[in-house]
């Protein structure tokens, strides 16, 4: 086990090389790294919250007006299937969760129960539908979302959420943030570096929820005024030019079939304006609906508000337009950046919101340092103290133990984060306990009358067995705190978990290349440790 392989050799050269290239870029200045030719890795350390300093925002994924919205399409779409199926009927409403309708024709109810139960999708479950439909008296017929649903659509909401806020902060080039969910229906925001919470806020809280939906002209300006809607109309807030407009409910297209939103200039006033361009799918919707009502108006609505009503003077087919109203360069910047990264399936409502100063990170940084160095330093003396040469070996795996952890970080542009400093610490300790298993096995072998070159590889191999045992069980540990925990529990797991794997290199095959090229140099006739 002691022999000095070529394979031993060159994985420890590599291995050294690779974590001093990948560290040094740490300890250099920037405009140093900046001057070093482009092939050279330049890659840092990503500092966490905690180091660096930046902010912290916790939102909460309104799932009542997901619901909400959820029941209020249910209602127009148990409209259209009943008016398609010529069954007439009344009192359609929802009130309290719950759709209730009322069959003219009691012949007819039966009919009406099967059409309706076709709204319902499967659940995941594979037993029942998302949508529940039951008879009442008086020809009432009630539709209901089962729990399962509605469970499962705010765990849905909240997964999209998280890609939506982590593409429109990306789009904002605030550089790795740390984005998780909390509880069933919390979202946690990390963003290192970023000082500014409102300016995060200002793109992420928004919901960019567009619609096209037709003016209802037949709507008075009377019957605005006074709020009463015909049925599958809905009372909008509008624009400069007209304070409320009545448009159709059902949406003709939806911000959902966008592939692309860029800001741009009109062209005959030169105003800013936001370009957009429909998928397949969303291009044949918008270009039947534009071909059916020319002449009608259609407005533009960007959550819950009309941002512009233009009449439709000729089919647009082409699957892309433009968004015009009173727009700076920097506003329909924002609105196209939100249109790209997506609307958001519901409202998010800020819970918490804290910054970080760099001075408080800067002094995080500093303990960090000066605790890992003493760390460092008292197991030096302590291995050398106990071990003499042997004691320096292990010293030496330890800097490299250490040069490996940093620039598999580096490299992978993991986050450190204070308590990564602390799994870091811990992560040594783990490797001088591996070492000074391995060595007291050779004194027991050494007493028990073995030569030194049979006494040291028979230490290596019985107490490999120990080693294993230890550091799988602290892999399991990390593996399941990263797995269930968040923000610093993770940063703890993930520096945990990389010093599990250069821990049993570094103290196993570096040390026996060490101590090989020893016993190949000096051929003792007994150990220094016996």
Do not use: H
Request: proline share 4%; no cysteine.
């Amino acid at each position: 086990m002691l022999s000095l392989s070529r394979w031993k050799i060159v994985l420890v050269t590599l291995s050294v090389i690779f974590g001093i290239v990948f560290t040094l870029p740490n300890l250099l200045p920037q405009k140093t790294l900046d001057a070093l030719p482009g092939w050279v890795p330049k890659q840092k350390l990503n500092l966490g919250l905690d180091l660096q300093g930046g902010s912290y925002l916790l939102y909460e994924v309104d799932t009542a007006q997901l619901r909400k919205e959820r029941l209020d399409n249910l209602v127009e779409d148990a409209r259209n299937t009943l008016r398609t199926a010529g069954i007439d009927f009344n009192g359609l409403a929802q009130t309290n969760g719950v759709v209730g309708v009322r069959i003219d024709d009691a012949a007819k109810v039966n009919a009406a129960v099967a059409e309706l139960r076709k709204l319902g999708n499967p659940l995941a479950t594979g037993v029942g539908t998302d949508v529940n439909v039951a008879t009442r008296a008086d020809q009432r017929i009630e539709l209901t979302l089962s729990a399962e649903a509605a469970r499962a659509d705010a765990s849905k909401a909240v997964d999209q959420s998280i890609e939506t806020i982590r593409r429109r902060i990306d789009s904002l080039g605030t550089k790795e943030p740390t984005i998780t969910r909390q509880g069933a229906d919390r979202i946690v925001i990390q963003a290192a570096g970023e000082s500014d919470p409102e300016r995060l806020k200002a793109v992420i809280g928004k919901t960019a929820k567009l619609t096209f939906q037709m003016v209802d002209e037949t709507v008075t300006q009377e019957e605005m005024a006074s709020g009463r809607m015909p049925p599958g109309t809905v009372l909008v807030p509008g624009d400069s030019y007209q304070p409320f407009y009545a448009l159709k409910k059902r949406a003709v297209v939806s911000g959902e079939e966008l592939v692309d939103a860029q800001q741009a200039f009109d062209g005959q006033s030169g105003r800013p304006v936001v370009s957009f361009r429909f998928n397949g799918s969303g291009a044949k919707k918008f270009g039947d609906a534009t071909a059916r009502n020319i002449g009608k108006r259609f407005a533009i609505v960007l959550d819950n508000k009309v941002i512009s009503a233009p009449t439709i003077q000729t089919p647009i087919l082409g699957g892309s337009g433009q968004i015009t109203g009173n727009f700076t360069v920097e506003s329909a910047s924002e609105l196209s950046l939100l249109l790209r990264s997506g609307a958001l399936p519901a409202q998010l409502n800020i819970e918490e919101q804290r910054t970080v100063g760099a001075e408080l990170g800067a002094d995080a940084v500093k303990a960090g340092a000066i605790s890992l160095a003493i760390g460092a330093a008292a197991m030096f003396v302590f291995i050398i103290l106990a071990y003499g040469l042997f004691g320096v070996f292990a010293a030496m795996a330890l800097v490299a133990n250490v040069l490996l952890i940093v620039g598999i970080m580096s490299f992978s542009q993991a986050t450190l984060t204070f308590p990564g400093i602390a799994g870091l610490i811990l992560t040594l300790a783990v490797a001088v306990d591996a070492n000074v298993l391995i060595y007291e096995r050779m004194r027991d072998e050494a007493a028990a009358g073995r030569s030194p070159m049979s006494a040291a590889d028979t230490g290596y191999k019985l107490a490999l067995v120990s080693i294993l045992d230890a550091n799988i069980t602290s892999l399991i540990s990390a593996g399941i705190m990263f797995s269930f925990g968040s923000g610093p529990v993770k940063g703890f797991a993930w520096t945990l978990a990389i010093g599990v794997f250069t821990s049993l290199f570094t103290a196993i095959i570096i040390t026996q290349v060490l101590i090989g090229w020893w016993f190949k140099a000096t051929k003792p006739k007994k150990l220094p440790i016996a």
